[in-house]
């Protein structure tokens, strides 16, 4: 179990083993989304300062806690303007995030084909998420892309997700719709 200090992160973990409490992936999800608003609302938690800091060639991961006990981690997520993902999955685990500062351009796509080896998605539309809103995921629909879309400023974003998620599924276009499969494992970044 890794718990950072910071200001609020009390507050903020026994919050989140309350809600991871509950007894199936909707409610927990849900309650999981109310109280992250309620945090970011009541500006009860600061994130530490390096959380605010970018990386210049990907977008920035630190875990700032994770329980054994309840099988769950929280990464705080750094996009430099323009820093996004390709499409993507979730390991099978659920997940919810909450945007702590700039916005979030997130775009859910639905897996509607799959045949020797290739992909095809659909999106289902694009939203944009700003500080204080949370959103959560439940496989089977766990495909997405998030790009922070400023040209200046950076997006930070709390994601809370069952388990520890070390690597993901991405997709990349093959040009004709389709999309090939690449496992990608995932790093942290140093957290101080
Ligand atoms: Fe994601």
């Not at 890794?2 to 609020?8: A, E, I, V």
Request: hydrophobic fraction near 35%; aromatic fraction near 8%.
């Amino acid at each position: 179990m890794l718990t950072l200090d910071f200001p609020g992160s009390r507050r903020l973990v026994d919050a989140l083993d309350a809600a991871v409490g509950e007894r199936e992936e909707t409610a927990i999800t849900e309650a999981l989304r109310t109280t992250l608003c309620r945090l970011m609302r009541a500006k009860d938690v600061a994130l530490p300062d390096c959380c605010f800091e970018r990386a210049s060639d990907h977008y920035a991961r630190r875990e700032l806690y994770r329980s054994e006990d309840l099988d769950y981690s929280g990464i705080a997520m750094t996009r430099g303007p323009g820093q996004g993902t390709p499409i993507h999955d979730h390991a099978g685990m659920w997940c919810v995030e909450g945007v702590w500062a700039g916005t979030l351009e997130i775009t859910p796509y639905e897996l509607v084909e799959q045949r020797d080896g290739k992909y095809r998605f659909e999106p289902r539309g694009t939203m944009n998420a700003g500080p204080g809103s949370a959103g959560s995921l439940i496989p089977p629909h766990e495909y997405h892309t998030i790009l922070n879309p400023s040209d200046e400023a950076i997006a930070v974003s709390l994601h809370i997700y069952r388990g520890a998620m070390t690597s993901c599924a991405v997709f990349r276009p093959n040009g004709d719709g389709w999309y090939a499969r690449d496992q990608r494992q995932l790093s942290l970044d140093r957290t101080h």
